[in-house]
């Protein structure tokens, strides 16, 4: 008889381990589509128009060649690193995403005692468009999508700091 009930409370913890184990799952990938989709990431375009003057807010306007490129790039590298969306050719693709560079600013946030920037601000404006295979539809537009970054100068100029 106790063997009976020993055997019992055996069974009953494995069944609980397996249903523990099987409804436990952790994955590192989000769940969006049932079946693996495709995206097309059309190359960026700049919109940044040089020509406007300068004014208070916006010193300088300078021309950064290739920006657009980068910026294409570093999409697609995030959509890879994400792995909902599979990058795909324009004709194999479920989706296309089109992207315009609108502006792009880099600010001095602060400066050494010897009057050197010493951190920087990046603010990038895009407009964004989320179309249907062939551009049938569009699922998802955004204007003046803003993103932006800080980061500290280093080399030869942080090492003036010190002289």
């Known amino acids: ?21 099987g409804g436990c799952g952790y994955t590192t990938r989000g769940y969006i589509y049932p079946d693996p989709k495709k995206i097309y990431i059309q190359p960026f375009t700049n919109k940044i128009d040089i020509t406007i003057e300068t004014s ?10 290739f920006l657009e490129t980068k910026i294409t790039q570093a999409v697609i590298e995030n959509f890879i690193r994400d792995g909902n969306l599979r990058i795909a050719k324009q004709g194999e693709a479920d989706y296309i995403l089109e992207g ?7 600010d001095v946030l602060r400066y050494t005692e010897n009057n050197i920037p010493k951190e920087y601000r990046l603010s990038l404006v895009v407009n964004l468009s989320l179309w249907t295979k062939n551009k049938e539809k569009v699922l998802w537009q955004e204007k003046d999508f803003f993103g932006d970054t800080t980061y500290f100068v280093t080399g030869s100029l942080a090492k003036s700091e010190f002289l």
């Open 1 to 21: 008889m106790k063997s009976q009930i020993i055997q019992i409370v055996s069974v009953a913890i494995c069944y609980l381990l397996f249903a523990l184990i």
């Open 56 to 65: 208070e807010h916006r010193r300088l306007i300078t021309y950064y060649s």
């Open 100 to 106: 315009e560079l609108v502006d792009f600013r880099r």
